[in-house]
């Protein structure tokens, strides 16, 4: 009977883990579709998106570039208009340091900025087999108690059976 259960936890469990690496696969990448375009009239920065997504540091969490899920991206803008240190320094964005060409000079018309973006799919695929594997060491745990008890439960009612019938009780 107990092999049945184990069976059938084992069963349950590998199903959970084919479900959620599916859905772990899906997870939408905000980026992907190339760079934002810019709305008519207006000068706003074309940004592309350049490197990966990575965990926010401790001291920008509170950043809206970190939200919703602590990571952020590092983004390269261009805009129509030259880029002065008075409109970099007003800017929403937490600027990384410049860019600089072969020459040692800044690149001109390049702002590098960070946007926030989705989950890391490592990092989250890192946490789910973390969290099964504690889930497997606890129901490791709790079906080794299970056999135990049992174990310690059969003794006893073999000792009480025993000393009902009179086995191992020597007449003088």
Known sequence: MLAQWSYLFI????????VAQDN???VPNPFKDGPSTPAPKTEQPVCTPYGRCEPCPDDALKEPFCQPFGNRQLMHCTSSSPVTPSDSAASSFDT??????????????LVPAWASCGRIPARERADFWEFIACNAFIAACALGAVVVRGRKISALATRELAARIGVGVRAV
């Not at 069963?11 to 084919?18: E, F, M, P």
């Open 96 to 109: 990384p340091p410049t860019e600089l060409d072969k020459s040692g000079n800044p690149v001109t018309g």
């Open 24 to 26: 772990l696969e899906t």
């Open 11 to 18: 069963l349950s469990v590998l199903v959970a883990l084919v």
